[in-house]
């Protein structure tokens, strides 16, 4: 009988260092990562964090696939277990609500859009455009399988539908960092419901 197989010590120290710069990164953003901080954090020389990670850009970018995966089993991996329609695409919008929840006040994903959305096109900015429009092309996949049992009317677009959604969840993370989660998550679910029961049949 196989014995499970375990990391490599490369492997878990790599993830020992994407989980120090993911807790740093939630501070300070992608931007404000350093590598003389991440290197105390875990007891590591420069020179040693840079033998896993070339430069700080390929630790960024590791970092923030890291980071979409986490958010990914966060999100998904609970809302698939809802049948597909109305409950699954709830179940994705409440387990997205949670995340908000933990992390409104330093989400590097939300931190990256904000620091990146008005540069010169490089690999940083490609990176975060490709995280949100994956992201945003799982909310479109579980409306259209919504549409497709008839919880949705047919004549529903999958893409505005995900657009307003989208817009709504930012307005959670953007209050609730300001005023507090609990009132604002109220809001946001009354203009989710509102939302999703004007596209009812």
Same mark, same amino acid.
């Given at each position: 009988?196989?014995?499970?197989?375990?990391?490599?010590?490369?492997?878990?120290?790599?993830?020992?260092?994407?989980?120090?710069?993911?807790?740093?990164?939630?501070?300070?953003?992608?931007?404000?990562?350093?590598?003389?901080? #991440?290197?105390?954090?875990?007891?590591?020389?420069?020179?040693?964090?840079?033998?896993?990670?070339?430069?700080?850009?390929?630790?960024?970018?590791?970092? #923030?696939?890291?980071?979409?995966?986490?958010?990914?089993?966060?999100?998904?991996?609970?809302?698939?277990?809802?049948?597909?329609?109305?409950?699954?695409?709830?179940?994705?919008?409440?387990?997205?609500?949670?995340?908000?929840?933990?992390?409104?006040?330093?989400?590097?994903l939300i931190s990256a859009v904000v620091e990146y959305d008005g540069r010169e096109d490089g690999p940083l900015r490609t990176r975060v455009k490709e995280q949100q429009f994956g992201w945003r092309n799982e909310v479109v996949r579980a409306i259209r399988q919504t549409i497709e049992v008839g919880d949705l009317?047919?004549?529903?677009?999958?893409?505005?539908?995900?657009?307003?959604?989208?817009?709504?969840?930012?307005?959670?993370?953007?209050?609730?960092?300001?005023?507090?989660?609990?009132?604002?998550?109220?809001?946001?679910?009354?203009?989710?419901?509102?939302?999703?029961?004007?596209?009812?049949?």
């Amino acid at each position: 009988m196989m014995s499970p197989a375990t990391p490599s010590k490369g492997a878990a120290t790599r993830e020992l260092i994407l989980d120090h710069a993911y807790e740093l990164a939630r501070q300070d953003g992608l931007e404000g990562l350093s590598i003389g901080a #991440l290197a105390l954090g875990v007891g590591m020389s420069k020179s040693g964090v840079f033998a896993h990670f070339g430069s700080r850009e390929e630790l960024q970018l590791a970092l #923030l696939d890291a980071t979409t995966q986490r958010f990914l089993d966060f999100v998904i991996r609970p809302a698939v277990k809802q049948p597909r329609g109305l409950k699954r695409l709830r179940a994705i919008l409440e387990g997205w609500s949670e995340w908000i929840r933990i992390h409104y006040n330093g989400c590097v994903l939300i931190s990256a859009v904000v620091e990146y959305d008005g540069r010169e096109d490089g690999p940083l900015r490609t990176r975060v455009k490709e995280q949100q429009f994956g992201w945003r092309n799982e909310v479109v996949r579980a409306i259209r399988q919504t549409i497709e049992v008839g919880d949705l009317r047919a004549d529903t677009d999958p893409v505005q539908l995900a657009f307003e959604l989208y817009a709504v969840m930012l307005g959670l993370h953007h209050d609730a960092s300001l005023f507090g989660f609990d009132e604002t998550h109220q809001r946001t679910w009354a203009a989710i419901d509102r939302l999703l029961a004007s596209y009812q049949p």
